[in-house]
């Protein structure tokens, strides 16, 4: 192994690190921008469905955040192109085969979660109309997770954070 100076490992190592910090700080920009958008339209009702709803999809999403992780780890100790390209088909289609389950089972997760949710009824009716439309997005979330993981596993951080960044525009 040819040895490499400190500067050059630095170098490769923030090449990595950089794009992963600026797609995570752009996360919340996300929730944000929906909470700017409903603040216009004049009702406290508006701001508190999104604010439910985007903790619940946060909630949801974060339980599946495996997909991203695992699949970033087991990317990175891959031995062979063939193995790195099974650990991509796998993580997308399990990813896409829990949104299918959380589409189908929209009614009981949202019935649950708003057992334990305390809002007025107006926020409720709001909130609800917020996760019947957000829950088909699932599929690209998950489906996202997976790719995601496995472009960092490949240490391609740029190609995630150019997703996020799309995404909040």
């Avoid at 929906?34 to 604010?51: E, K, M, N």
């Avoid at 796998?90 to 009981?108: D, E, F, H, K, T």
């Avoid at 088909?136 to 150019?162: C, K």
Wanted: glycine content about 10%; hydrophobic content about 55%; charged content about 10%.
């Amino acid at each position: 192994m040819i040895a490499q100076t400190p500067n050059i490992i630095n170098k490769r190592i923030l090449q990595i690190a950089v794009p992963s910090i600026i797609s995570n700080i752009t996360v919340p920009l996300l929730g944000l921008i929906d909470v700017t958008i409903v603040g216009h339209l004049g009702s406290a009702a508006y701001i508190g469905a999104i604010a439910v709803g985007g903790m619940l999809f946060n909630i949801i999403y974060w339980i599946f955040g495996f997909l991203r992780m695992g699949t970033s780890g087991m990317t990175s100790q891959a031995y062979d192109m063939d193995e790195v390209i099974r650990l991509l088909l796998r993580s997308v289609g399990v990813g896409l085969l829990i949104a299918i389950i959380l589409v189908a089972l929209q009614y009981p997760i949202r019935k649950l979660a708003f057992t334990f949710i305390q809002t007025t009824e107006e926020v409720d009716l709001l909130a609800t109309l917020y996760f019947q439309i957000c829950i088909w997005g699932a599929p690209a979330m998950l489906g996202l997770y997976g790719f995601a993981g496995w472009f960092i596993g490949m240490q391609n951080s740029r190609f995630p954070m150019y997703i996020a960044i799309t995404q909040n525009i």
